[in-house]
Every structure is written in C-alpha cells, then in structure tokens.
C-alpha cells in the first residue's frame, strides 16, 4: 500500500505501538468507547516519557535512541477530520467517529486532537443536513445520500477544504446546500462532492466532483507549497512534519552532490524538501493521482532536479540495480505495515551510502532493521523517535543507515 493510500482509509484504532491500556479518569466523554486517544488521561510529559521508553526498548539491539521530538502544543492537531454521519430516529443528526471495533457512531461535537474550526464547520453540516432533508446513508438497507464528510485545514495558508462523500452522484439542493455552508462559513475556499458507490471500509470514492472553488487547498510545509486534493495524503499534523521531515534530511547529510531516491513518495513531500541539498532527487509512487500530484508540486515550487515515476518501488530499484545506477540515499516512509522483504531486498541490490527510513509502525521497524543490518552490510548510525500523534499511543520515528565499508 502506498502512503498516498495510507488516510483515505476509515480511521483505525487498533493497538500497534505502546501497548496503551483504557484510561479511567479521562476528560473526554466517550474516550473508552472511541479508543483514539488512549493517553487521554496523562500529562503530555508521561505520554512522550511512555514513548521514548517503548522506542528505547524495542530497538536498543541497535544503538541509543537521541531524545524524542515532542510538540509544542498537543491539542487540536489534526489537520484533517473524518466524520460518518447517521439520522437517528427523533430526526436528529448525528455524525461523530465509529466505536472502537464497530460501525456505531459515536457522536462527536467537541474533540481534543481535532482541528477546532473543522469541528465548528462539522456543526454547521449537521444543521444544514436536517433542516435541507438529506438522507443519511444506512450501511446494512443500502438507502441513503451522505456517508461521511471530510475537512482539510491549512496550517499556513489558513485555506479549509470541505468533502461532502455521497453514495450517488445525484445531490439534492446541492447549490443552496453549498451557499448556504459558506455563509455560514465564508472562510471556507473549497467544497467537493466525492462519489463512494462501494460497499467497503474506504471513506473516499474515486470521483470528485467540484462544488465550490478550485477541488483543492494548498498548504506550506518545509518552505515547500503542495497543492492537497480529496485523495492525497498529507500529513495530519504539519508542525510536527516539519521536525520530521528536516531530522531525515539531517540524517541523510546531503550535501548537494547526492542522487536521493524517494520511495513511497506520495505527493513528492521529503523528496521536494531534499530537493535544495541534493544534486537529483528521484521520486517513485505506485499511485497514478500520487504521481500526477507530485509532477503539480514540483512545478508549483520551481523545483527542477526532481523526477517522478509511476512504478513500484521495489521493481524500479531493481531495475536500476541492473543498470549499474548510482544512488546515493534512500528515503523510505513505508505504511504502518512497514516494508516486505522484496522491497528490502532492492534496497540492498541498490546499495546506496545511506538509508533513512521514517516509521509510523516501531514494531515494524524493528523487524525490517533486523533484515537490512543482517549480513553486516548495513548498520545503525542514528535514530530519533516523533511524537505526531499526542494523547495517542502512535509515535513515528527516523533512523540513519550506513553502508558498511568492505
């Protein structure tokens, strides 16, 4: 799966890190039924403590963690805000995140980590929902217009995207629907209608249709503009992106003279950010819309020694090896999967200086350094943990390989 993919999928609560148990005394109504923030009830202190000691654990077979990147302010977050919505049967509409383990909707009118102005905007749906009569979409009977609704902050730009997710292309009102969500909401610079006819766990469809301004926001991050779309990934929380993002730089020591391969590139994000102390940087994304993004941002920041490729990772870097290609650095941010052993296996045929791996997933991680350190032809120069997910057990992490000299 790519990271393009990884948030369009409905927002999981499974236990993948700190082994995070239900909190008692939180301050957030439905916290034990929504299992999103299981450190709700700790300081942010013993949350990043938590963190760093779970990091320095499971990885200390390869070398001392350096001390974790905390957030200056926990709360709110979220860039992004997923909601499903649901008419109960008085008439009032609901709309909120699902039970942990379930389809019930969990009605949401205020949250810790969310974006406050989206959750404001959510409000305002809501009313607009019942007083235009329109349908909520049932799961089991089929019947139904709205499934859920996404909105899209920018940090920088102050510019707010509003998804409207459907089951048919056919929306009632919807030019007095949208009118009337923007005077309410004049801050609001775009609205898309996203067509989901599927009957499966992805929130976003394949089609968008604009209802109001441009069908996309733009946003700053690293000093680099990247044009956000409905399907695009982009990272929830931009302020932490950027002490991410600038450590794998660090990491990678570039300086000017590198060929940098980006895998998993996604929208072109760490490969753009490289792109200023790199020599050539070469992106790769499996991802057709991804690519096509990526090729738009590299133009929108004049960036002009960066290429894009539509292929997999793993088979490109395989190709490459053949032709006896030279790169220098690695970059990979794989999902919380983390990588397979075939694309483990490229990176090695390929043999670069160095790789930096960026995780979402620490078990994973731990699991992939052992393979590419085994053999001794890698080994773990450095490694960070990031917290990008406070009140959360999620922590993300970046790690410096080096190629062992024979």
Same mark, same amino acid.
């Given at each position: ?22 909190? &008692? ?40 963690? #350096? ?5 200056? $302010? ?24 699902? #039970?942990?383990?379930? =389809? ?15 959750? @404001? ?15 909520? =979409? ?10 859920? *609704? ?12 509003? %998804? ?20 309410? =909401?004049?801050? &609001?610079?775009?609205?898309?209608? !996203?067509? !989901?006819?599927? =009957? ?15 069908? +996309? ?13 409905? $399907? ?14 600038? @450590?794998?730089?660090? /990491?990678?020591?570039?300086?000017? @003279?590198?060929? *940098? ?19 050539? %940087? ?8 991804? *690519? ?11 960036? @002009?020694?960066?290429? /894009? ?6 088979? +490109? ?6 032709? !006896? ?69 999620? *922590? ?11």
């Amino acid at each position: 799966m790519s990271k393009y993919s990884k948030e369009t999928k409905k927002y999981s609560h499974k236990k993948t890190t700190t082994g995070a148990k239900k909190n &008692i005394n939180s301050p957030c109504p439905i916290s034990d039924r929504c299992g999103g923030c299981q450190y709700i009830d700790k300081s942010y202190q013993e949350q990043l403590t938590i963190k760093e000691e779970y990091l320095g654990k499971l990885l200390k077979d390869f070398g001392d963690m #350096e001390p974790i990147m905390g957030m200056e $302010n926990p709360y709110h977050y979220r860039n992004k805000v997923n909601a499903a919505f649901k008419r109960k049967k008085n008439g009032e509409i609901i709309s909120g995140t699902y #039970e942990e383990g379930t =389809h019930n909707i969990l009605p949401v009118t205020s949250c810790f980590i969310e974006d406050e102005q989206a959750t @404001k905007i959510m409000g305002t749906i809501r009313a607009l929902v019942r007083s235009f009569k329109i349908t909520t =979409h049932n799961e089991d009977t089929g019947y139904g217009l709205l499934k859920h *609704v996404m909105i899209r902050t920018a940090r920088k730009t102050g510019q707010i995207m509003v %998804v409207l997710v459907t089951a048919s292309p056919v929306f009632p009102s919807k030019n007095n629907f949208v009118k009337a969500l923007r005077e309410a =909401h004049p801050e &609001i610079t775009t609205v898309v209608q !996203n067509i !989901n006819q599927k =009957h499966t766990s992805m929130v976003l469809g394949d089609r968008n249709q604009v209802m109001y301004g441009k069908g +996309f926001i733009e946003d700053v991050l690293c000093g680099k503009r990247f044009r956000i779309s409905p $399907n695009s990934f982009y990272q929830v929380n931009p302020e932490q992106t950027e002490k991410l993002y600038m @450590k794998a730089v660090e /990491f990678a020591g570039l300086t000017g @003279k590198e060929v *940098v391969l980006d895998a998993y590139c996604g929208i072109g994000t760490i490969g753009m950010v490289a792109s200023d102390k790199a020599k050539e %940087v070469i992106g790769v994304e499996l991802n057709k819309e991804a *690519v096509r993004d990526a090729i738009q941002n590299a133009k929108l920041n004049g960036v @002009k020694n960066i290429r /894009f490729y539509n292929n997999d990772a793993g088979k +490109f870097m395989v190709g490459m090896a053949k032709d !006896n290609a030279k790169v220098d650095v690695v970059f990979m941010d794989p999902p919380r999967s983390g990588s397979d052993e075939a694309f483990m296996s490229s990176v090695m045929k390929l043999a670069p200086e160095r790789i930096v791996y960026i995780s979402c997933g620490p078990d994973t991680l731990a699991r992939d350094l052992k393979y590419m350190t085994k053999g001794g032809r890698y080994r773990v120069e450095r490694m960070v943990g990031c917290d990008m997910f406070g009140f959360t057990e999620h *922590v993300e992490s970046v790690v410096l390989l080096s190629r062992v000299k024979p």
